[in-house]
């Protein structure tokens, strides 16, 4: 038996270079990958926007667009990620800066992961 789940995050910093949903992937699933989008036009101050994590920055997207409403999806993502993949520990999912740092940025993230779930015992 398996679950298709999402969780949901919205990141938000006015000063420094980078912020985390923590815990954002949960332990145990198959990762699907993971989206967002630009809740207003983001604002930085150098550098560019990437999404990631802490193993790899870019994994999701590396150089995330500024524009109001800007979208990642599976065409923004790192070559490196192919096709889901299973985690046994939870992962973050972290909104950093690249040489540079926020000055007010605001993005919706949403993980994308399967839950294989033991089978209903019998009647």
């Not at 949901?8 to 989206?35: E, H, K, Q, R």
């Not at 979208?71 to 973050?92: A, C, I, Q, R």
């Not at 926020?102 to 209903?120: I, N, Q, S, Y």
Request: some cysteine.
């Amino acid at each position: 038996v398996w679950e298709i789940s999402v969780a949901s995050a919205t990141l938000t910093a006015t000063s420094g270079s980078s912020v985390t949903a923590t815990g954002l992937i949960p332990a145990n699933v198959m990762v699907c990958g993971v989206t967002s989008i630009n809740i207003d036009a983001q604002s930085i101050t150098g550098g560019t926007l990437r999404l990631g994590d802490a193993t790899l920055p870019i994994k999701w997207n590396a150089n995330l667009a500024l524009t109001d409403h800007a979208e990642t999806t599976m065409t923004n993502w790192d070559l490196t990620v192919s096709g889901p993949y299973y985690t046994v520990n939870p992962e973050d999912v972290i909104l950093s800066c690249s040489g540079g740092t926020f000055t007010d940025v605001e993005l919706d993230v949403t993980a994308f992961f399967v839950k294989f779930l033991a089978p209903p015992g019998k009647f």
